[in-house]
């Protein structure tokens, strides 16, 4: 049995392609598991690459992994409660950024603050923004000052 053409509008010689409905109805409730985590979801999407072009330390890399990971198990409670320097989480103005790239759309003016949380075991800082649980990911500091003045 011959499948049915695509319509075609008129005047234009390109076939309709039927978009994907989305289901606006679906609760963070109803996902389930999302309501149950307690640990950071790291975002890379408005990861600025810059910040990390010039770092040719594998280590530094395989030290930022295993970090992200030890604060996944820590948690959201115990990473307010840790000191800064250790696996807590410190707030720095938005203008001690050095580099000003475009950031994305849910970073409106009236945002006037950055998290950093330490990328490995020294002092150099993962900068970003949280929006409940996601850990949005803007700056990877691979060298101490590089990011912002610290």
Known sequence: MAKPKAKKKKGLNKTLIKEPVA???????SI????????PLFS???????????????NFFFNF???????????WNEIRTSPHHSFGMEKISKDSII???QYPEFITPDVKEFSVFRSNGN???LV??????IFFVFFIETRHGDIYRH
């Open 123 to 125: 002092n150099t800082g």
């Open 44 to 58: 890379f999407k408005y990861l600025y690459e810059n910040s990390i072009d010039n770092c040719d330390d594998s």
């Open 23 to 29: 289901n606006k109805n679906i609760t963070k409730e």
């Open 65 to 75: 992994l295993k970090r992200l990971k030890k604060l996944s198990q820590l948690g």
């Open 128 to 133: 970003g923004f949280q929006i409940e649980k």
């Open 32 to 39: 389930g598991i999302y309501e149950k985590i307690d640990y």
């Open 99 to 101: 580099p000003q790239p």
